[in-house]
């Protein structure tokens, strides 16, 4: 039986026990300070980057990874034993990580087989596609299985978030249209969603609660979800949207974590995001 690894990229914000326990390699994207560059999750932890986000006069800006650093996680999952490489990652409409993928996936083209596979997502949506993939490369699915299953599952990913304040989004570059500018002036709660692999504005709440109810109620719209996620940039009331999560009746599965610099760049301190795959 064949052993094929998956690899994801730290934009997943997979949790490092998950990853550890299923053998999910991961490769940083970098994130800089004005000019000092950090390699996400390896020299700067999400608590340590929203301390910086508080106390630096620069806001931070986010690379993809190398073709060379995605070369050098397939070499090494080579010699540790795979026969192959399924790589979950970031959308293609939001970084370059996929074509740096596909790029190293050619390099070595001659030594390991890599497919890439576009979550089409972000965070905990891509990440959750990776502990998909993970569980059923443990069980001893085939590479084209794993591809097949993987580009399901990115039809099936939801995402929506919320964020204190639009500066971060509009400056990146990562928000569709900036009507929404107004909602941080009016202290209004600005929500947001993954549509066709971009963000966009998904509406406003007037409050912090409302806004994680209509989460919350996205979430419960997509359809029965059996695995869903949060993940929050330093949130200090992350507890009351997890509360409403634990009232969804059939979700057998939450998962809770920080949101790391990849994402949290463009979104802020004080950002919360929800994830899911339906089932």
Request: net charge negative; charged share 25%.
């Amino acid at each position: 039986m064949a052993t094929i690894r998956i690899i994801t990229d730290s934009a997943a914000d997979l949790p490092l026990d998950i990853a550890k326990r299923l053998n999910i390699a991961i490769v940083p994207l970098t994130v800089r300070f004005g000019d000092e560059e950090f390699v996400d999750g390896r020299d700067l932890t999400p608590l340590e980057f929203w301390a910086k986000c508080k106390t630096s006069s620069e806001l931070p800006e986010t690379a993809a990874p190398s073709p060379g650093a995605f070369q050098e996680a397939f070499l090494k999952a080579k010699a540790e034993g795979a026969d192959g490489v399924v790589v979950v990652a970031l959308s293609s409409d939001l970084s370059a990580t996929h074509q740096s993928a596909t790029l190293a996936a050619q390099a070595v083209a001659d030594q390991i087989p890599v497919k890439i596979v576009d979550s089409r997502a972000v965070t905990m949506a891509e990440g959750m596609i990776a502990i998909d993939l993970a569980e059923r490369a443990a069980a001893g699915a085939s590479m084209d299985d794993l591809v097949t299953r993987g580009e399901e599952l990115a039809g099936k990913v939801g995402v929506c978030g919320t964020i204190d304040t639009l500066e971060h989004l509009i400056k990146g570059g990562r928000l569709k249209g900036a009507k929404a500018v107004f909602g941080s002036m009016l202290s209004i709660k600005p929500l947001l969603e993954l549509k066709d692999g971009l963000v966009a504005e998904a509406g406003r709440a007037r409050t912090r609660t409302k806004a994680f109810a209509s989460l919350v109620a996205a979430a419960k719209a997509a359809g029965p979800i059996e695995r869903i996620a949060v993940t929050h940039g330093d949130a200090p009331d992350v507890d009351v949207i997890v509360a409403m999560l634990k009232e969804i009746p059939t979700v057998h599965e939450l998962i809770i974590g920080d949101m790391g610099s990849t994402v949290g760049t463009h979104g802020g301190p004080g950002i919360v995001g929800l994830a899911w795959i339906r089932s």
